[in-house]
């Protein structure tokens, strides 16, 4: 019997359109439910359970966290401002910086104490004007800054815990005060209150669109900005007067576990410098240095005086300040064992080391004029160097050098080879190729009457307005690291320097080989991140003059001319941490500023703005890549330009910096006190195995192809510079890659042989790397001498 499979009733079926009702649910379903929640689990809320000893517990625990935050807050406050309070209480420190002309930072100061009825006392030496501001229990320092002092207010928003901006109703803030604003912005700034100042009232009808466009104004440099208080107005400079005696100073980064003094007094005997003044920030330690802006580090003086106390006269019931004197007790004072000293580079001796390859010096003295005469040949397989002894008392954070004189940048640009040389000879191509032909053919018939032929110094000058570097950024940016061949040298002498690699990512590249001379001054960290805490602990540990005390600190071998106090310009000094004097391969992470529109060149001449320092650098520029550099060999390529939109690394040699410290980039004008602002960013470490890596590529064109077979020409222009380079890979700018065959002929013609067909659009290219150095940075000084630019262009 055959079976059959089970079949529905005819009648039971759906012939047309379903006409079964759709299901109704007041409820979701469980498949819904465990779809929506995709794993979580439900938490419980601690209302359902109100009855419970469970809710009670959560309700106890709510409360006790709520306290303990509110005690944690108001000990924060407690503990920021104690340094404040009582009769000895530090002033607090209000930097008064106009941003416009026609105001006056004297008139804001003198309105501040007049709404609470105070007196301002004002030194005549320091310009520093101190008010007792009874009404909150505190006193407070102004620092009455003048408009366009750029150095200035840096230096007195470096020392403030408030900062008080200083707009005008009627006059637009220019193009210094917003270079001012941002430069402030990338330095750190303090708690800020932004004022409005004019002579004469507002008018009431034009009033709340003034403040409110000055309010936008001012919130794009400082979003916490909230409102803005009218000078004019008694109740705006009471609250002005209650936000910066009653308020708690905001923490700037880089001033953590570092101390620092705002002079009031200064005078110096026989170079000792005694600066008078209250200790700010961390306790100071007699073992550290002393940084001074603009005249650089001294060591606290270990004679009669080191550092001691310097107590106020005490005011006496009927008000008058008593005539006894407080004889100044010893507070610190340096210990021979672990003070710092001033050692900042390795001065290696030459006559001290052994010789194996002689310097440029003794081949220029040989004797009989001749000095091949008396150099002997290299062996076979070895590098030309000179080994040098480690001095003694260095370790192995000391870094590796090898002397190579050929290497050095010379600073006068006369070495045609270096760095300097090839920029010049690119140059020199560009503007050959721009020149017309008609002014290569003209001739002295065909010039004009009018014509008149400039003088050597005229000539230059325009010649070198004429190279607009703007048109040079944008023919890098087009046709990156891209030059020509030179036909007066050969390729093999003009780019001796430069090496094949097969992969800029994996190839091997030794970063102790052929090292400059000023990689034997410099110092290196074994493990930079564990000297940073072992620093910052043993400054904790090791204690010193706590803040809020009055000081006259002894600093020894300062010149006279650092003991000037101007007014108008705050005179300040910090403490610097342990080995912060040494100097070593900075790297700094850096951006454009989006408002200024020039060149920014590699070396190019500019100062440096980091933590207390400021210096002259010539910083060369390479990529930033995430997590190291490309590959095991930390390499990172050199960029010629800084360019909008993109970080790039600054690396310079320089002191040692601790922490994330903010950084900008300055540029020197024509007016000493108004600087451009280059960049800005941060620093990145101290490594000085980084290898930046300069690329050249040298271009050829397709003049006969046979599949992947082609006559390349145009790239080289003799048949000894086709059998150098051959052994170095080609690609094109298709995504081929090749190598060189055979030579043709006697102009540099050869065969190439590629993975792939070439098209005649295509352009064959070689690439060749060198390692390039920064140079000596130096510290700057107001007023001193300014690098010409001009020069610097020369020597590029």
């Not at 601790?658 to 300055?666: D, I, M």
């Amino acid at each position: 019997m055959t079976e059959t499979g089970h079949h529905h009733r005819p009648t039971l079926k759906q012939v047309s359109e379903p006409k079964n009702k759709a299901f109704k649910s007041k409820h979701a379903s469980k498949g819904s439910l465990k779809e929506a929640a995709k794993g979580r689990t439900h938490r419980e809320s601690p209302k359902a359970n109100a009855g419970s000893h469970t809710a009670a517990q959560l309700r106890l625990n709510r409360r006790n966290n709520a306290k303990q935050a509110q005690l944690k807050k108001r000990q924060s406050l407690i503990s920021a401002t104690r340094i404040f309070g009582g009769t000895d209480g530090a002033p607090r420190i209000v930097a008064v910086v106009p941003l416009t002309e026609d105001v006056k930072a004297r008139d804001v100061t003198a309105r501040l104490a007049q709404s609470i009825d105070g007196t301002l006392e004002e030194d005549g030496v320091s310009g520093l004007q101190k008010l007792r501001a009874d009404r909150f229990k505190t006193s407070v320092q102004f620092i009455p800054l003048q408009y366009r002092q750029m150095y200035a207010a840096l230096d007195a928003c470096k020392v403030a815990d408030y900062v008080i901006f200083v707009l005008s109703p009627e006059v637009e803030v220019d193009k210094w005060g917003d270079t001012l604003l941002r430069t402030l912005q990338a330095q750190g700034l303090p708690e800020v209150v932004t004022v409005v100042s004019s002579d004469e009232p507002m008018d009431a009808k034009e009033k709340p669109g003034v403040m409110k466009s000055l309010l936008s104004f001012i919130q794009y440099f400082v979003p916490s900005q909230s409102r803005i208080f009218d000078m004019h107005h008694g109740s705006d400079t009471l609250n002005t007067m209650r936000a910066i005696c009653e308020g708690k100073p905001t923490d700037v980064r880089w001033r953590e576990g570092r101390s620092w003094i705002l002079g009031e007094k200064v005078e110096w005997t026989n170079g000792t410098l005694g600066v008078t003044g209250v200790v700010r920030g961390a306790a100071l330690s007699a073992n550290r240095l002393i940084h001074i802006p603009n005249f650089g580090d001294f060591q606290v003086a270990k004679a009669s005086f080191r550092i001691v106390s310097a107590p106020l006269p005490r005011p006496s019931k009927s008000g008058q300040t008593t005539g006894m004197e407080v004889e100044p007790q010893l507070l610190a004072e340096p210990d021979e064992s672990s003070a710092d000293s001033l050692v900042s580079s390795n001065d290696p001796d030459d006559m001290a080391n052994e010789q194996t390859w002689p310097t440029e010096e003794e081949m220029q003295g040989a004797p009989n004029g001749h000095p091949n005469d008396a150099i002997p040949d290299a062996q076979v397989g070895t590098t030309p160097k000179v080994v040098r002894k480690v001095p003694k008392g260095t370790s192995e954070y000391q870094a590796a050098w090898i002397l190579d004189d050929d290497e050095e940048d010379g600073e006068d640009g006369e070495h045609e080879d270096d760095e300097g040389g090839e920029v010049e000879m690119e140059e020199a191509e560009e503007m050959e190729e721009l020149v017309p032909d008609d002014a290569e053919m003209e001739t002295d018939l065909g010039r004009s009457v009018a014509f008149e032929d400039l003088d050597d110094a005229e000539e230059a000058r325009q010649l070198q307005s004429w190279r607009d570097r703007k048109r040079e950024e944008e023919d890098d940016s087009r046709f990156p690291d891209e030059i020509d061949t030179p036909l007066d040298v050969p390729a093999r002498t003009r780019f001796q320097r430069y090496r094949g690699l097969r992969s800029f990512r994996t190839s091997p590249w030794d970063p102790y080989e052929n090292l400059p001379r000023d990689y034997a001054r410099i110092f290196q960290f074994e493990d930079f991140k564990r000297t940073e805490r072992a620093v910052h602990r043993r400054a904790e540990e090791e204690g010193g003059v706590p803040p809020g005390t009055r000081v006259t600190i002894y600093l020894k071998d300062v010149p006279k001319e650092a003991a000037q106090m101007i007014p108008g310009r705050p005179y300040t000094i910090f403490s610097l941490l342990q080995h912060e004097h040494k100097k070593t391969v900075l790297n700094f992470t850096v951006q454009r500023n989006t408002e200024y529109d020039g060149s920014v060149r590699s070396k190019d001449p500019l100062i440096l703005c980091v933590g207390p320092r400021r210096m002259r650098v010539n910083p060369i520029y390479s990529q930033h890549t995430r997590g190291g550099g490309k590959g095991a060999n930390n390499v990172h390529k050199f960029e010629r330009y800084l360019r909008h939109g993109v970080t790039d690394v600054a690396t310079i040699y320089g002191p040692v910096v601790y922490g994330k410290q903010p950084c900008s980039l300055l540029r020197e004008t024509d007016d000493p006190q108004a600087p451009e602002l280059v960049a800005m960013g941060s620093f990145l470490h101290p490594d000085t195995s980084r290898v930046i890596a300069k690329r050249i590529v040298l271009t050829g064109h397709p003049f006969k192809i046979h599949k992947r077979t082609a006559t390349i020409r145009y790239m080289f222009f003799n048949a000894d510079d086709v059998a150098y380079f051959k052994p170095i890979q080609l690609h094109t700018k298709y995504g081929r890659s090749g190598h060189i065959k055979e030579s043709l002929g006697t102009h540099g013609y050869y065969k190439a042989h590629f993975d792939g067909p070439i098209s005649q659009m295509d352009t064959v290219c070689m690439s060749l790397y060198k390692r390039v150095y920064p140079r000596w940075s130096e510290l700057w000084q107001e007023g001193g001498s300014k690098l010409s630019r001009d020069d610097d262009a020369m020597e590029e």
